[in-house]
């Protein structure tokens, strides 16, 4: 089955200490985004990869990194998270055409205590 | 960036139309999403409009205007199971990147 695996689903941690979400998909697309989502804002994108080690920051980079170094992974990366990262984040992939939608993973709640 | 705007939320009764309008600020354009969101799930592809015109899939269609900034989504002959939030994104010229609205809650009343 075609799919967008994100990994936790649910994570409740405390400041600062450092957390990977990862993401994997099945479906050989090139393209591969982070987004989160928070009450008002609509999602917002943290970064993207338009291939194995090309990455690009979105609109909200600050206080993550990502990493492409294979196509179907692109993990997100926490180093010293804090409260204002407390937000249900989504995973995405699409082939590389611009009609093309993106596939979004089941989403990944995180509270930063 | 991009300027996306859309209702916040609308109300219809089951059976009835609703019209959702986004209007779009950009340097470029390459093209307009619309997703259907349920509570606590991910988005889901609706629809794709890149030219001026209406796409009409089963019972719901999408229109853009170009030279507007605006799109619409509608949805007819409405179900309970309609009842989620509806994205509108654009797609950046040159750029795989998409910036979303901020998503418009429809509930649908018996």
């Known amino acids: 089955e075609a799919q967008v695996t994100q990994n936790p689903r649910y994570l409740i941690t405390v400041t600062g200490k450092k957390l990977t979400v990862t993401c994997s998909q099945n479906?050989?697309?090139?393209?591969m985004s982070w987004y989160r989502q928070d009450p008002g804002l609509g999602l917002r994108q943290i970064y993207y990869?338009?291939?194995?080690?090309?990455?690009d920051k979105g609109d909200v980079p600050e206080g993550y990194k990502v990493s492409r170094k294979e196509k179907r992974n692109f993990p997100l990366i926490l180093e010293s998270p804090s409260p204002n990262q407390t937000s249900l984040y989504f995973c995405?992939?699409?082939?590389?055409?611009?009609?093309?939608?993106?596939?979004f993973g089941d989403g990944t709640r995180l509270s930063i205590l | 960036g991009q300027n996306i705007d859309q209702p916040t939320e609308m109300t219809a009764t089951e059976g009835a139309i609703v019209q959702i309008n986004c209007t779009y600020q950009?340097?470029?354009?390459?093209?307009l999403f619309w997703y259907q969101q349920h509570a606590g799930e991910a988005p889901t592809f609706l629809s794709y409009?890149?030219?001026?015109g209406l796409e009409e899939k089963g019972r719901f269609s999408s229109f853009l205007s170009r030279s507007k900034g605006y799109s619409y989504l509608l949805l007819k002959e409405l179900q309970m199971k309609d009842s989620a939030s509806y994205l509108c994104?654009?797609?950046?010229?040159?750029?795989?990147?998409?910036?979303f609205g901020a998503g418009t809650t429809v509930t649908v009343r018996a």
């Open positions: 950009t340097s470029g354009f390459n093209g």
């Open positions: 994104a654009v797609r950046e010229t040159n750029d795989y990147k998409l910036s």
């Open positions: 990869s338009m291939n194995v080690e090309v990455t």
């Open positions: 409009n890149v030219l001026d």
């Open positions: 479906m050989n697309h090139e393209y």
């Open positions: 995405a992939s699409s082939l590389r055409h611009s009609n093309q939608p993106q596939h």
